[in-house]
């Protein structure tokens, strides 16, 4: 089997070089969001594209998951959702969630006009080849996707917590909030439903300019308070540059 990624860190002064590697323009950057509350959010540079959730798993994925999926059965897919840029996190990635959640951060952003990225950059290439996609046959992609996966490893290796560059997630993962067609998107590639198809969140209508605070809330209500006594909950921001 190829050697699965390495989990990265929910730290601006490391996946800001990944989002310079994968083609994203400097005018664009992930910052940290220092908490949920309306004054803290209000330090959010404006444009805000999206917000990644780096959060612990153990009393939170799981049973999340069960409920997002029975709810998907009820529900079925929306149209809607046919113009996301979303990819399936298959086994083979192994802890690739932070490298796809500023992925689906940046490409989104691009395609609702944000930025433009270089069809010729990393990014740009792989969207451009998984034009049409489903998640699953995107996920696949990402897997073979080795100029994805050095990027990917050699940004882990850079950081500067203990366990960096290793196989350790410390229980986390990774996610992304936006919004396209003015609904509020919450992508993980891990959410699957009942034929193990991975499928987006829709959180319901959402402007553009009230994303963060739509975003936030979702995160309390639906994260944080399944597992309130936790600190291992970290938020970044890709926001236009102050």
């Not at 952003?109 to 990393?122: E, H, K, N, R, V």
């Not at 959410?191 to 991975?198: F, M, P, R, S």
């Amino acid at each position: 089997m190829a050697p699965t990624w390495l989990p990265l860190e929910s730290n601006p002064e490391v996946l800001n070089p990944f989002l310079r590697s994968l083609g994203v323009p400097e005018a664009w950057a992930f910052c940290d969001v220092f908490g949920m509350d309306p004054e803290l959010l209000g330090m959010v540079p404006r444009p805000c594209a999206a917000l990644c959730l780096l959060f612990p798993c153990t009393k939170v994925a799981g049973p999340r998951r069960a409920e997002l999926a029975a709810a998907r059965a009820a529900s079925g897919p929306s149209a809607a959702e046919a113009s996301l840029f979303f990819a399936q996190q298959h086994d083979g990635c192994g802890n690739a969630c932070g490298a796809i959640a500023a992925m689906h951060a940046a490409a989104n952003a691009a395609a609702s006009g944000a930025f433009a990225l270089d069809a010729a950059a990393p990014l740009g290439r792989f969207v451009a080849e998984t034009a049409g996609a489903t998640p699953g046959r995107r996920g696949d992609a990402l897997v073979g996707a080795e100029y994805l996966h050095r990027l990917s490893d050699a940004t882990a290796r850079a950081g500067a917590t203990d366990g960096a560059g290793t196989d350790d997630a410390g229980d986390r993962h990774f996610i992304a909030f936006l919004v396209r067609g003015g609904r509020l998107w919450e992508l993980d590639g891990r959410t699957v439903d009942e034929n193990g198809a991975a499928f987006p969140v829709d959180h319901g209508a959402c402007e553009p300019d009230a994303m963060v605070e739509a975003a936030a809330a979702v995160i309390r209500d639906q994260f944080m308070k399944r597992d309130p006594e936790n600190l291992n909950f970290s938020v970044v921001a890709l926001a236009k540059a102050e």
